[in-house]
């Protein structure tokens, strides 16, 4: 899989996953959304809107549920990308609001991006790395993995195994696995065909593309941190500066 980005490879909408209720990031969320949460004077939202747009991807949905009117008033005025709603009047969970949302997200491959995801890129952008390494022959899905004992933040025990070609498959129960997904990926729709009409989690997606061998990742060559609980955005706040500092200036 090259790193560099191939011509008319970048996929042309991304989902935001912004519906969810930020409940360990209480008080915080008690009154606000966890993708307005600002970092570096910027929300965590708009400065992954900001990313998608210097992509050049022209359209994102974002889902909106738990204060979604916040959301959507930040976002109606933005012009880069151009945004859509998918509004859930229950909580869908992560693969249940992607599967609404499909029909504003077309038939091929999308970027899906947590809402309260953060990250510095390497020498190239995240977003053009997965682009450039997506084969549709090959994947239903390629998530952007980072080495679980270098995430800012994260105490987990991480997520994926990667094989050397970049398949990759679950972390197996009472194993620590040498890869934590950061919440950025591309998926095809065709994943989502007999999906449950009920709340699922994408973590089912992910089970389907692993058994199919069409499940890959990609390791991420920047800074990636975990941002959990309040005490946890001020860890993240204080190791974020020089960290960015470094790549504002690349």
Not at 35 to 63: C, F, K, Q, W, Y
Not at 210 to 231: C, K, M, Q, S
């Amino acid at each position: 899989m090259s790193a560099d980005t191939k011509p008319n490879s970048m996929p042309q909408r991304a989902m935001v996953l912004a519906a969810g209720l930020g409940e360990r990031m209480r008080p915080i969320t008690d009154t606000l959304p966890k993708p307005l949460i600002e970092l570096r004077g910027r929300t965590l939202l708009d400065s992954i809107l900001d990313r998608v747009a210097a992509a050049g991807v022209p359209e994102a949905v974002i889902n909106l549920h738990y204060l979604g009117e916040m959301i959507e008033a930040r976002l109606v005025p933005r012009e880069r990308p151009r945004v859509s709603f998918s509004r859930e009047e229950t909580r869908l969970e992560t693969g249940g609001g992607v599967r609404k949302a499909l029909s504003l997200l077309g038939a091929d491959a999308f970027f899906v991006i947590n809402g309260d995801v953060c990250w510095l890129d390497g020498h190239t952008p995240a977003l053009e790395r997965l682009a450039a390494a997506w084969d549709d022959e090959e994947m239903d899905a390629l998530l952007l993995l980072h080495p679980t004992a270098f995430a800012v933040g994260y105490a987990g025990v991480g997520d994926f195994v990667l094989a050397p070609d970049g398949r990759m498959r679950r972390r197996r129960e009472s194993e620590v696995s040498p890869f934590v997904f950061t919440g950025i990926q591309i998926l095809h729709p065709r994943l989502f065909e007999d999906a449950p009409e009920e709340p699922f989690s994408l973590n089912l997606i992910y089970d389907k593309a692993g058994a199919a061998e069409r499940l890959w990742g990609l390791r991420h060559d920047g800074e990636w941190f975990h941002i959990g609980t309040p005490e946890g955005l001020r860890d993240v706040e204080d190791a974020l500066h020089p960290l960015a500092e470094i790549s504002d200036q690349r």
